[in-house]
């Protein structure tokens, strides 16, 4: 099939049917057209200039285009566009690639289900039994409905606390969150700065890894982006004979840490978690348990971490400089008042206001101790529970820290992306329901280790015959930091597998 | 992006006044404005003289003045005053903090500005390295211990000046610390000081700027995001200083080693350094108060005056804040611990916030920007390049080699940024050298010779014209060989003062030369063309001379002087000469 007709098939979907994916879809027209045809030519003479040349690839709408709206799914920069690029999109262009439209998501990547979007609520394309609407995931909803129903190529996503991993769970698709500071963050609108990752979304790992291979270089303006002297530290690190032993000659070493085996596991996600590691078992490879201790305070950890520094970017939105002002005069009509306390008011959704609350609280002057210095020092448990249970040293552990090998160091852990499959939107939609923002929280207790410490992680669909259907479930690959290959590699080893 | 209402808003900038002498050259002009009241004429419709009302307002104001150090001085026999004190200055940098916009005083409104300083959604800080050089250098000067790593902040409080809704500054490991301040009976500070204090500073940090708003009620407010991230450094004193002149002195002294070390460009009375202050009081003879602050214990509830704008705003706001904490806890009162404004020209300090309604500022670590890592070699190499300190200076200026009064010596060192001191040393190293044949004692008066003219004569013109300082408007050489034609009295003074104003014009003929061409040398008057002088202006007024004879008025001699100098022939007669043939003349 030609780049062309490939393409062409994508808009058609996302207008068909939307899902809401898409808050701003790609024109059915446009310059867009001829840069795919050109696309086609180049594949022809055999010298494409990258593996997504003409390919449509999603935006996530928290990432900055210039052609485009970058919303982040909020009223109060519903009308807003950049006026620049994400490097991201910049990278993405240059290897030939179409900006395929901006996805729908939760506020400022604030929600685990893409329902707290001024623009409406991502559907899965994925129903249930019942035919019933489901959750895509969040907060990358729109990115891996996109994916899933054929609406482009592949998709940039973000992830903070597991937004990429657990829609490409809850979708069927392969979602990959690389260490912190591979990927540029420049014109990708912060959450949580010391959490974010851009990630990505595709079919396949193989897609995704392409991606990543694009995007994968040191940015000068971003200044959390890893230099290119660390990056080949890094690269040194790993590249040592016996870490490059592993898949090659050696089997893997496979973790799994007690501490996940939680109560909210659903017999289904637990089945397919058992199921994928007597998978790699029959292949040769070994499975451990391990111990993360410090995995039960993971989430309280990143629901404070999060909104905190989310409090903090989320300052500048008051609609002086940028983005949508109330109506009429604000201030309350004081003469001294704020001149954007209304404008706050309304153009913020009711998630975003909550962890705004939430982290001012928790920075506070009598809070701050309590709350968001200890979720600083857990984290760093949390980031040293992992070193001490993977066999490839931290290559930004501070030097001198050389732990001793033991027996149970493991290569990769794998473990559910989430505890249960996607929820029903209207369970979730309706008030009446039990649901609290706290059941929300809990759906992220899988992925927010991982961004914690920083460290790869890839969610790839694997299927389990069960008694009546096929049950669809994520399994998450962990790395330790700058090991993003392996991790790829594992999670192609799961990829799509029928277990049973 | 900008929305029109302040991408074409016309915000007038501050235009950047260049500084004019007389403000610096006559410092105490700053605190000669006396209370209105005392200057008003008098209501009464009689005619007063002048000088008798000049007479009287002058009496007034010095009994005011002591009535107020004895009603001082009473208040601090019984209470102890401290303060610390907190100064914002702007770094002389060529860019913004965190981005490479340049930075700027007077360009166009909102022309000067990066995505990130407008905190456009996506964009990212870039420290930029050069702007800490100024701020170590002011570290430096103030003998700070430079920290090997320090880290940036986030504080956070909503205004529209600030667009992030933060400002970024280093609020939990500054880059400096444990450096001090000496301040000398020179600098002003109060006779109970003595010769000598010292106070610690605490810390210096490296901060943004806000944006400059401009207010038209009742719905319009304009934004300049210029300043916007322009470099700052905080310097935030220990509660060391005891009386209100030292305060000021505090902030003065400062002022003078952040400007003479480069890193600021201007001072308080461009804006470019604002202060802020804390202020406590306790009763001596008393058990310590329960207050800690910055380590130092017992002290009394304290408030913070914001804002200040002048050394005299410090020195004022002080005195009343102290006053009204006096009187509040002599009424039985408790002092809160409060926020309060001080406006120029009133006496009272003013509440701006309690303690209840105080900003939680949310201190954040930034999570975008590395720590800070300064190496030694950067120091070293700093310490080696820093202009020497203006004590050390003021030292050598007032030692044996150049003898000058602390009054000369002071301004020479402050005015035009060092540039004025240069000039007086090329000055004086022209002028020794041209007097190497001179005997010991003539040659050890020039320095201080030279000072006059660099500074008075020099100056005058300078003020008069309304000119900034150029060491080009009369070159070294040119006053040095007008002073050495002076000294050997080639010349009469005014003749100098004359062939001086033909060089500030623009004349660029050798000294020699003007005085060749324009006849200006002196041609001595024999004694015989001096007595006949002499009589001709006795001859004026008898009367006079009788005067002096009689009541031996010699003081009286100089108005003969005077006319001799008049209407003798222009540059020949001088002065001494003249004086001496008169006392012969009339004295017999």
């Known amino acids: ?500 | 992006m900008l929305r029109s209402w302040i991408g074409s808003g016309t915000l007038r900038s501050l235009c950047a006044r260049r500084l004019t002498q007389p403000a610096l050259l006559y410092p105490k002009a700053q605190f000669s404005s006396a209370p209105n009241r005392y200057l008003e004429p008098p209501a009464s419709a009689d005619r007063v003289p002048l000088r008798k009302q000049l007479k009287q307002e002058a009496k007034a104001l010095r009994s005011h003045k002591r009535q107020r150090k004895e009603t001082e001085e009473a208040s601090r026999e019984e209470w102890e005053l401290t303060v610390g004190v907190e100064i914002h200055a702007q770094l002389d940098t060529e860019t913004k903090l965190f981005s490479r916009a340049a930075t700027s005083t007077s360009e166009t409104p909102n022309s000067n500005v990066a995505l990130f300083d407008l905190a456009f959604p996506g964009s990212q800080p870039a420290f930029q390295i050069a702007t800490l050089l100024p701020a170590l250098r002011a570290a430096i000067a103030l003998n700070c211990e430079i920290q090997p790593v320090s880290r940036f902040d986030r504080k956070h409080y909503f205004y529209q000046d600030q667009p992030a809704g933060y400002q970024i500054t280093q609020y939990y490991e500054p880059f400096a610390r444990n450096g001090y301040v000496d301040l000398f009976d020179y600098d002003g500070i109060a006779p109970e000081d003595g010769e000598r204090v010292r106070i610690d500073i605490k810390q210096l940090q490296l901060e943004q700027d806000t944006a400059k708003s401009q207010e038209y009620p009742p719905s319009t407010q304009l934004l300049d995001f210029n300043r916007v991230s322009h470099p700052l450094i905080e310097i935030i004193t220990m509660p060391q200083i005891h009386t209100p002149a030292t305060a000021a002195a505090c902030v003065r002294k400062l002022q003078a080693i952040v400007q003479s070390c480069g890193a600021v460009t201007t001072g308080m009375e461009m804006g470019g350094l604002r202060a802020d202050v804390n202020v406590s009081i306790r009763r001596r003879g008393e058990a310590p108060g329960q207050h800690q602050y910055d380590g130092i214990s017992g002290l009394g509830q304290r408030t913070e005056i914001k804002n200040l704008s002048s050394f005299k705003a410090v020195e004022d706001a002080i005195i009343a804040e102290k006053n009204r904490q006096i009187e509040v806890l002599e009424s039985g009162g408790v002092i809160e611990g409060e926020t309060r404004g001080w406006t120029i020209g009133t006496t009272e300090t003013r509440r701006l916030r309690g303690k209840e309604g105080s900003v939680d500022y949310r201190y954040m670590p930034d999570p975008d920007i590395p720590p800070l890592i300064i190496g030694e070699d950067l120091l070293s190499s700093l310490r080696d390049s820093i202009p020497t300190a203006p004590d050390t200076l003021l030292t050598l200026l007032i030692g044996s080699e150049f003898n000058l009064p602390i009054e000369d010596a002071k301004p020479l060192i402050e005015l035009d940024n060092g540039a004025r001191l240069e000039y007086y040393y090329d000055v004086v190293d022209i002028l020794r050298s041209l007097q190497v044949d001179q005997d010991d004692k003539t040659r050890s008066s020039l320095a201080r010779v030279a000072s006059n003219w660099v500074l008075h004569e020099l100056g005058g013109l300078l003020a008069k014209a309304d000119r900034p300082w150029d060491a080009e408007i009369v070159p070294a050489r040119s006053l040095a060989h007008l002073i050495d034609h002076l000294q050997r009295k080639l010349i009469t003074g005014p003749t100098a003062k004359q062939v001086l104003a033909i060089l500030f014009d623009g004349d660029h003929r050798p000294v020699p030369q003007i005085l060749e061409e324009e006849n200006l040398l002196l041609r001595p008057l024999s004694r015989e063309e001096y007595i006949a002088l002499a009589e001709s202006v006795i001859a004026l007024n008898p009367q006079m001379a009788e005067q002096i004879r009689s009541k031996n008025q010699l003081g009286k001699l100089g108005w003969f002087v005077g006319q001799m100098m008049r209407t003798g022939e222009k540059g020949r007669v001088e002065a001494p000469k003249a004086e001496k043939i008169l006392r012969d003349l009339i004295m017999g």
């Open chain 1, 1 to 500: 099939m030609s780049l062309l007709r490939e393409a062409e098939r994508c808009v058609a979907n996302q207008y068909a049917h939307g899902f809401n994916a898409f808050i701003t879809p790609l024109s059915r027209a446009g310059p867009w057209l001829d840069r795919v045809k050109e696309a086609d030519v180049r594949k022809e003479e055999g010298k494409p200039k990258s593996a997504v040349d003409g390919r449509l690839i999603s935006i996530k709408d928290n990432i900055c285009t210039r052609e485009l709206p970058t919303t982040c799914a909020s009223g109060i920069l519903d009308k807003f566009t950049s006026p620049f690029n994400a490097t991201v999109v910049d990278q993405l262009e240059a290897a030939g690639a179409i900006i395929a439209g901006k996805t729908n998501m939760d506020e400022f990547g604030m929600g685990s289900h893409s329902i707290n979007s001024h623009f409406g609520p991502v559907k899965n394309p994925r129903r249930d039994s019942s035919g019933e609407d489901l959750s895509a995931g969040g907060s990358s909803g729109g990115s891996a409905a996109s994916v899933a129903a054929d609406q482009c190529y592949a998709s940039l996503g973000t992830d903070t606390g597991g937004s990429v991993r657990l829609p490409a769970a809850y979708t069927g698709t392969v979602g990959f969150k690389p260490s912190y500071g591979l990927i540029s963050r420049w014109g990708v609108v912060a959450y949580a700065n010391s959490l974010d990752t851009v990630g990505i979304l595709g079919k396949s790992t193989a897609n995704v890894r392409d991606i990543f291979n694009i995007l994968n270089q040191h940015d000068q303006r971003d200044p959390t982006s890893l230099s290119i002297s660390s990056r080949s530290r890094i690269q040194a690190s790993i590249h040592t004979p016996e870490l490059t032993s592993r898949l090659a000659s050696a089997p893997l070493r496979i973790g799994v840490p007690m501490e996940y085996n939680v109560s909210e596991l659903t017999p289904s996600v637990r089945r397919a978690w058992a199921l994928s590691l007597a998978h790699l078992k029959k292949q040769g490879h070994t499975v451990h348990s391990v111990s993360l201790p410090d995995t039960k305070h993971a989430l309280s950890t990143y629901y404070v971490v999060g909104p905190a520094e989310a409090s903090s970017n989320l300052a500048k939105y008051d609609g002086v400089r940028y983005g949508t002002r109330a109506e009429g005069p604000d201030g309350d009509g004081k003469p001294d008042g704020y001149l954007f306390s209304n404008t706050r008011g309304q153009g913020f959704g009711q998630e975003v206001k909550r962890r705004i609350v939430l982290g001012t609280f928790t920075l506070s002057a009598d809070a701050i101790d309590n709350y968001f210095i200890q979720a600083q020092r857990v984290r760093r448990l949390v980031q040293q529970d992992f070193d001490a249970v993977f066999a490839a040293k931290n290559p930004l552990a501070a030097q001198g820290t050389d732990k001793s090998a033991k027996d149970n160091d493991v290569d990769v852990i794998i473990c559910p992306t989430a505890p249960s499959s996607p929820p029903r939107l209207s369970d979730l939609m309706s008030k009446s329901t039990k649901t609290s923002p706290l059941d929300a929280y809990v759906t992220d207790v899988f992925t927010v280790p991982a961004s914690l410490a920083g460290l790869p992680a890839i969610s790839v669909p694997v299927t389990v015959s069960g008694e009546k259907d096929t049950e669809l479930a994520g399994i998450q690959v962990i790395g330790q930091y700058g090991d993003d290959q392996l991790v790829m590699k594992v999670g192609e080893m799961l990829e799509g597998r029928n277990l049973d």
